[in-house]
């Protein structure tokens, strides 16, 4: 991973981001760049904007001012032709896994392959039951419905059709909620070996400071409509009381214990 | 934009070369093995000869780009020549794609799953037959029982004084199901009226009874139109609705909440709906039937020259009370069914949104089929009565 900040190793670079909703502002000309090939974590309060900076990133937001481009392409005012070129380049997992509940799983998996490809059906089914496998699910996952799942195996399947046309960028929000401490550990460790063996760059929004620790280079910390960025070496020595209280209270020492 | 090809098959972005020496196959892939290309490879690696090689290598190491998709390929390819009894000797990848190709073949890939294609034949036509119609009778089998319920709850409500009815609910209902139905329900009434004023002044002028049109309408729809068109209407408005949200609540595991509460589903969801509509329904075929007969009565005067006194006089001639009671009575029973099959159709709605469409589509064919049904059986029940 190298954070030498030159302009080419950015992928996500956020200028001056204001969001607000009914005159609440959410972000007042927030900063933010994510370097190529880093896991960068995303935390806050609730109420802070977090799914708010992710969703205005992939475009399903629309903020009030800024400059947020990813690729070193502009998104802000970008017209749905341009954007779909950016969409091929990315992987969305929703919080609840948004798998299409009318679709098998393995149908999900196919749902961007049939809109951005040209293959023969076969060819597929072989995609789809290897990015199946590459998650880490039982290859008779494919024909069963998204309702048939397990709250870990939903995520598991929003992830491999995330993963679907192979992209360099992947937005996680909160993966590991709802998920047992085993389920998040494991589904932890699949990022990181996914994340090093793709070469890929992670956007995730989390609240798991398990997460934070075992998966992520840099973490982003939302406070006063701001961001903060830095190890977790170096977020301990903030004086922000938020941040401070974070990494500081019960559940933030167990999780930093071995840190 | 639709279906566009992730990149232009360019041949020049992917290839494969094939080196054949007698007993060796060398397999050479150059270019980008990535997912825009994998379609126009996939189709060359099936067109692949062994011919007599008995060995066989992979030699990728020069590709400039490799995915998942891509190694997929390679994988395949190597599990598919040693299927055809070769040996394969291994597959080299350039030393940055070393952890995707390294990971990927840990993982086993087993090839799709797939379900039992569906059967064809008379076998399998029979058995969709009895599936269907085992399913028809499931179904009767549960309205029944939920009319059964309904019922019970209703005459307890009725008869304990302590369980009153939840008045806010009720009145409610009233307002979304009757007063915001006036508009659509009262243009149409005045258009099906000018379109039956229209069409019986043509037949009837032919035999000079053009003022017959008038008994036309009155008869026509007091005693079945208006009744009939509002209820088809309302089972598509509110009836869906009924279903939809219902069905909404129970995808949110609202109505679990409400049960683990101790919440009556019967007595909190499906009671005031039902009589809402049970009062609601009457009212509005009263008002379809008034703004039918203005809407023939203007029709009348501008096609006949049917003065507005002479359509009354005509009208009072043809129709007594009996026949607006007999179109009447029928609406409290058509607004039962609608309610009663709206909410037995969002109950039934399983955790997913496909069920909560494929059961609102349902409810409403279900209930106009009952209003239709039931209009027949009152008109040979009226018949046999001779009223």
């Known amino acids: 991973m190298s954070n030498g900040g030159h302009s080419d190793d950015v992928v996500i670079r956020v200028q001056g981001l204001v969001n607000a909703f009914g005159g609440k502002v959410i972000h007042d000309h927030l900063d933010l760049d994510v370097y190529r090939g880093e896991v960068l974590g995303v935390v806050g309060g609730s109420g802070t904007g977090k799914s708010v900076l992710l969703r205005s990133i992939v475009g399903l937001n629309h903020p009030v001012e800024g400059s947020i481009k990813v690729f070193g392409t502009e998104m802000v005012g970008m017209d749905p032709d341009e954007l779909r070129g950016l969409q091929l380049r990315w992987g969305v997992l929703f919080q609840g896994g948004a798998l299409f509940s009318s679709q098998t799983v393995a149908e999900n998996i196919q749902v961007p392959l049939r809109r951005y490809t040209h293959m023969s059906q076969e060819l597929m089914d072989e995609i789809a039951a290897m990015k199946l496998a590459l998650v880490g699910l039982p290859a008779d996952t494919g024909q069963k419905y998204p309702s048939e799942l397990s709250g870990g195996m939903v995520k598991r399947a929003g992830l491999a059709r995330a993963l679907a046309l192979d992209p360099e960028l992947l937005f996680l929000d909160e993966p590991t909620s709802g998920l047992d401490p085993i389920s998040a550990n494991q589904f932890d460790e699949l990022v990181r070996s996914l994340q090093q063996s793709l070469g890929l760059t992670v956007f995730m929004v989390t609240h798991d400071i398990d997460s934070l620790r075992a998966v992520c280079d840099r973490i982003a910390v939302l406070v006063k409509k701001k961001i903060k960025v830095g190890t977790i070496g170096q977020l301990l020595q903030d004086s922000d009381p938020w941040i401070h209280e974070y990494f500081s209270g019960a559940r933030g020492r167990a999780a930093l214990a071995g840190v | ?387």
């Open chain 2, 1 to 387: 934009m639709r279906n566009r090809p992730l990149a232009a098959p360019d041949e020049s972005l992917a290839d494969l070369r094939l080196e054949r020496r007698p007993d060796l196959l060398r397999l050479l892939p150059t270019g980008e093995w990535n997912i825009g290309q994998v379609p126009r490879l996939d189709v060359m690696l099936h067109g692949l000869q062994t011919e007599r090689a008995r060995e066989a290598e992979i030699d990728a190491s020069g590709v400039s780009e490799l995915d998942t998709a891509g190694a997929w390929l390679l994988l395949r390819t190597k599990n598919e020549l040693e299927k055809a009894g070769l040996r394969v000797r291994g597959v080299q990848v350039p030393q940055r794609y070393l952890p995707l190709f390294q990971t990927m073949e840990a993982e086993h890939i087993a090839g799709p799953v797939r379900g039992a294609p569906p059967g064809r034949g008379l076998l399998n036509f029979l058995e969709r037959l009895g599936r269907g119609t085992s399913h028809a009778l499931g179904q009767g089998y549960g309205m029944l029982g939920f009319l059964g319920r309904i019922t019970v709850e209703t005459t307890e409500v009725a008869l304990a004084p302590r369980r009153e009815l939840p008045l806010p609910a009720f009145v409610k209902q009233i307002e979304e199901t009757g007063v915001t139905a006036l508009p659509i329900v009262g243009l149409l009434a005045f258009l099906i009226g000018i379109v039956l004023a229209y069409q019986g002044a043509d037949q009837l002028r032919r035999f000079g009874a053009e003022i017959f049109t008038v008994d036309l309408l009155g008869v026509g729809f007091l005693r079945e139109l208006g009744g009939l068109v509002t209820a088809i209407i309302v089972a598509g408005r509110s009836g869906s609705a009924f279903t939809a949200f219902i069905g909404t609540m129970r995808v949110n595991e609202e109505i679990d909440a409400m049960e683990t509460m101790g919440l009556n589903i019967a007595e909190v969801l499906v009671l005031p709906r039902v009589l809402g509509l049970v009062v609601a329904l009457p009212l509005l075929t009263f008002f379809a039937d008034v703004v039918g007969l203005i809407g023939g009565a203007v029709m009348c005067y501008f096609d006949l020259h049917i003065t507005i006194p002479v359509f009354m006089r005509e009208l009072q001639q043809a129709i007594t009370l009996k026949t607006l009671l007999v179109g009447l009575i029928k609406a409290p029973v058509f607004a039962f069914l609608i309610a009663l099959v709206g909410c037995f159709e969002g109950l039934r709605v399983e955790r997913n949104a496909e069920s909560v469409g494929r059961l609102t589509t349902r409810s409403v064919v279900e209930s106009i089929f009952l209003i239709i049904a039931f209009d027949a059986g009152f008109s040979i029940f009226f018949s046999i009565l001779g009223i």
